[in-house]
Nanobody, 123 residues
Framework: QVQLVESGGGLVQAGASLRLSCEASGRTFSSYAMGWFRQAPGKEREFVAGITGNSGTTWYADSVKGRFTISRSNAKNTVYLQMNSLKPEDTAVYYC????????????????WGQGTQVTVSS
């Protein structure tokens, strides 16, 4: 069982940066691929970024490529999402997720989810 707790969301203006964090419980954090997803009001949840357990591979949705960076510290049981050049369309609740069977570049399957953190970007 893995518990995930996100933090770092907030209200920012367009063009600003935010860094989200997601801290995981458990001793086997490095065994899990981690992902970030988001869900805007009235829209389906969408994939944002993923990273393998050893940080060897990262992958991104086209909409955030070049602006967002996913990283992790297995020593701290934490995955990060650095978000630069934020746009109003990035406004959403952001969720982190963990999956032991997620392959490189895959969108799932993720087994554990956090409760989400709100990111609001004003124009």
């Amino acid at each position: 069982q893995v518990q995930l707790v996100e933090s770092g969301g907030g209200l920012v203006q367009a063009g600003a940066s935010l860094r989200l964090s997601c801290e995981a419980s458990g001793r086997t954090f490095s065994s899990y691929a981690m992902g970030w997803f988001r869900q805007a009001p009235g829209k389906e949840r969408e994939f944002v970024a993923g990273i393998t357990g050893n940080s060897g591979t990262t992958w991104y949705a086209d909409s955030v490529k070049g602006r967002f960076t996913i990283s992790r510290s297995n020593a701290k049981n934490t995955v990060y999402l650095q978000m630069n050049s934020l746009k109003p369309e990035d406004t959403a609740v952001y969720y982190c997720a963990a999956g032991v069977y997620v392959k490189r570049y895959a969108l799932g399957p993720y087994d554990y989810w956090g409760q989400g953190t709100q990111v609001t970007v004003s124009s």
